[in-house]
């Protein structure tokens, strides 16, 4: 089962319930696709890492052979192409790799050269192996990193859990585009219910079955509270504002790990999705 954890912004404990629910599981695949700000590896500190390099296609241009007919150019949606001076160039950083300008080229002027853009790294912590997305520094784009670590994941036996890019951007969108259920964890403000708002339009764009956990919760008002049960979404957990769960946090800890109270709620909320995910399965097929 393919489980997906969503926020709208950064900072709302997304890392936090993926890291810990993938911990809880009897045997789990935890997979980092925040691959601008990857942090998941950091509290699991995973043992025997090995690296894998991913690269891109980029066009590259032979000017003897080019006629400087400009095909290629009219043809990039994305713009990575110019002619300038008497040649074509090629802006890498914005380029899609879909070698559409290398198939059109009536001169066979256009080649592919790779670029790396990025690598995964893959290591165990306990009953978690640890798939981590990294892309380098200057990259536009890390949708190349999140399908080759979501491909690359399809054969996984275990349980996986997703912890998507923050937002609702394409990154997300791939990180989602496999997951059987999604998670969306919201935060106690106004602001939050925002960021909640963008990440419920996303899954039922997707029409994906999802839950929500709120986190940080106050016995207070809590405006995505009031959103979930205004528009019947089903909450799944409240993680309550606790000062351990910040310092355990803030030392990299593993609260489930650290922490009897907490494996018990992260077990309950374990339950609880596996079996919401199961439920919408049954009723799907
Ligand atoms: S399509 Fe080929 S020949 Fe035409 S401008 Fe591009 S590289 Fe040059
Ligand atoms: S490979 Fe595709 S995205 Fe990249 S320059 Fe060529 S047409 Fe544009």
Redesign the pocket.
Known sequence: MRIAVLSGKGGTGKTFISVNLAATAPASVYIDCDVEEPNGHLFYKPQNVVSERIAVKI?QVDSALCKGCRT?VN??K?N??AYAVNKVI?FDEV????????LLCPQKAIAEKEKEIGRIERGLSGNVRVVTGMLNVGEASGVPVIKKLLHNSRLEKEDMIIDCPPGSACTVMESIKEADYCILVAEPTIFGVHNLNMVYELVKLFQKPFGVVLNKYLEEDNPAEVFCQKNQINILEKIPFDMELGTLNSNGQIAVRADSKYKSLFQDLWCTVRKEACDETASHT
């Open positions: 066009p290629c043809f990039c994305f990575a192409l090629v380029c899609h790799s879909c070698g559409g300008c290398q």
